[in-house]
């Protein structure tokens, strides 16, 4: 097929200009050239520009600016977002915060089990492990459900992966309502296990399916929503789990149970948007229905040139083999992305939110604030990440993804700086409660500002369609990880060295924010090509 134009992808026909170019066009050209690769062993390299032999799409082999696929939002594109995200990322947060306000009743519930088994009564202990188990278990599944994310993907599609992950929602659902009236405190441990690798799942597919259906000017701010929707998961969370509400020792299985209502609504609502197209075209190789899901996507049949762009890096992904793990630490190309973006997963978690959260009701008890007072203090904490994380939507488009990350970081370094010297002076200085209330919530603000929803969009922006999958579940399992040992050590440090827990904190946001200035890249408004193209120049040096 003898092609003419400058949209073919790696492909020259004899009557295009670049066999006989201009001056001007062989300036142009030479802007093509990839470093030489001297001195460098040959290595199996995911990337097609890791090559000897640069492939050429159309959008570089003009001499004209290139034009950027600019899309904006429309109903249908909101209404995938919706389906995808609120049945998913919902779980997260809902059975991340569903066991705070009714830990008392849980405890007495654990006890009032293990001493009609045994006719003694329990040592408060041995119910603490117990209740410790099925919190933690939590984690443990979401470790499961994150190794899991990249075969789910491959195998299913991401869609497909989301609707299945749903049928370990109602399993769990089914153990959490019938654990009161089985009198077992395992069948409730089993089901915090079940949600948690549903969880961890969702914490993988959501914001790559997310990232696949948005437009590139709209990545950062589609895949701003599923923290989003983790944010108002937990304070919905909060709010039914009060003792007002269900949160009772009659009504707490209902609470638990109603983690099942956003999977049914998942169920109605997402088998009615597309599969992503990037899947449809590299993973089943079907360009025409690629280009539909493109097109309803869009609420236009005018996605040639998105299409186009999505074609040229699958032609460059079929010439590649399969990604692996062991690919993924060995090829510097792909092991630099990888390692950034574990390392902002570590960060979330490490940053202090667990502490911050933690001391928020003494806080706001040493202010003077009653008990019930100071739980409502916590859940309006909860009311301002919600917002600053819509706030983050919009920011994250106008100022970018780094930016956002230094700001939040930095600002939660000198933040709980001062938060631990106003908590160790508060005895001396009563009215100093009044300025850790103000600190506490500038650090929500920070952290929502950025650090706590670009870590789960980020890996989809570094990685090409074949490494995606992979590198995935790498950063979601370290996520649930590093969130694992944060609730493992976090109360014995608490016991041991109190408020001074802050100093950790500020030590390690420093050190986040050093490794975010000098190491991760600005993602805004560029191509996963773009975005490859600046680690393979740092491959090379």
């Given amino acids: 097929m003898d092609r003419d134009d400058d949209d073919g992808v790696g492909f020259v026909a004899e ?25 460098r062993e040959g290595s199996i390299s995911s990337n097609v520009s890791d090559m000897d ?29 919706i389906a995808s995200a609120l049945g998913s990322s919902f779980q997260h947060g809902y059975n991340t915060g569903v066991t705070n306000n009714p830990e008392k009743v849980l405890l007495s519930w654990i006890s009032e089990v293990m001493g009609n088994r045994t006719g003694i009564v329990p040592e408060e202990g041995s119910v603490t492990i117990v209740y410790a188990l099925a919190v933690s278990i939590f984690c443990v599944g979401g470790m499961i459900g994150g190794v899991s994310t990249g075969f789910i993907a491959n195998r299913f599609g991401r869609k497909g992966g989301l609707l299945l992950n749903n049928i370990l929602v109602f399993i769990a659902a089914i153990f959490f309502g019938s654990a009161k009236a089985a009198a077992s405190h395992e069948l409730f441990i089993l089901a915090r296990l079940i949600i948690g690798v549903n969880s961890g799942l969702n914490a993988g597919l959501a914001p790559m399916y997310l990232a696949e259906i948005s437009p590139i000017n709209l990545r950062g701010a589609v895949g701003s929503v599923y923290q989003l929707v983790i944010t108002i998961s937990i304070l919905v969370a909060q709010a039914l789990g009060l003792k007002y509400a269900l949160g009772t020792p009659e009504h707490w299985p209902v609470l638990f149970a109603l983690t099942a209502v956003p999977a049914i ?57 399969k990604v692996t793990v062991r690919e993924l630490l060995t090829n510097r190309v792909l092991r630099i992305p990888l390692i950034i973006c574990l390392f902002v997963m570590v960060a979330q978690q490490l940053s202090g939110i667990n502490a911050v959260i933690f001391f928020s009701t003494s806080i706001f008890q040493q202010s003077g604030l009653k008990d019930d007072s100071a739980t409502f203090a ?3 904490m909860g009311a301002i990440n919600v917002l600053m994380t819509i706030v983050s939507l919009v920011l994250v488009e106008k100022a970018g993804r780094k930016t ?23 005895s001396i200085e009563p009215n100093l409660s009044y300025l850790c209330i103000v600190l506490v919530f500038i650090y929500i603000i920070m952290f929502a500002s950025g ?27 370290t ?9 493992l050590a976090f109360l014995p440090i608490i016991k041991a060295i109190g408020p001074y827990v802050f100093i950790i904190f500020v030590a ?9 200035y000098k190491k991760v890249p600005e993602t805004k408004n560029k191509t996963i090509e773009e975005i490859s193209a600046l680690f393979r120049q740092q491959s090379y040096q």
Avoid at 479 to 487: C, D, M
């Fill in 15 to 39: 009557s295009h200009y670049l066999k006989s170019p201009t001056v001007a066009e062989q300036q142009a050209m030479a802007l093509l050239q990839i470093p030489k690769r001297e001195g």
């Fill in 265 to 321: 609504f998942q169920i109605l609502t997402l088998p009615f948007c597309p599969e992503s197209p990037k899947y449809l075209l590299s993973s089943k190789g079907n360009e025409m229905e690629a280009q539909k899901a493109l097109g309803w996507l869009r609420g236009t049949l005018q996605v040639h040139e998105e299409l186009e762009q999505m074609k040229a890096e699958n032609d460059a992904v079929k010439l590649l083999p």
């Fill in 451 to 477: 650090p706590g929803s670009i870590p789960w969009f980020l890996v989809a922006e570094l990685f090409n369609q074949s490494a995606r999958p992979t590198a995935a579940s790498l950063a979601v399992c």
């Fill in 378 to 380: 916590t859940m309006g």
């Fill in 404 to 426: 956002l990350l230094l700001l939040g970081f930095g600002g939660m370094a000198i933040d709980t700086l001062l938060l631990t010297i106003a908590m160790n002076f508060t």
């Fill in 53 to 81: 032999v640069p492939i050429y799409s159309s959008e570089n082999l003009t001499t004209s600016p290139r034009r950027p696929v600019h899309s904006g939002f429309n109903g249908k594109l909101i209404f995938a977002i």
């Fill in 479 to 487: 996520n649930w990880t590093a969130n694992f040992l944060v609730g």
């Fill in 508 to 516: 390690l946001n420093a050190l986040f924010f050093l490794f975010i």
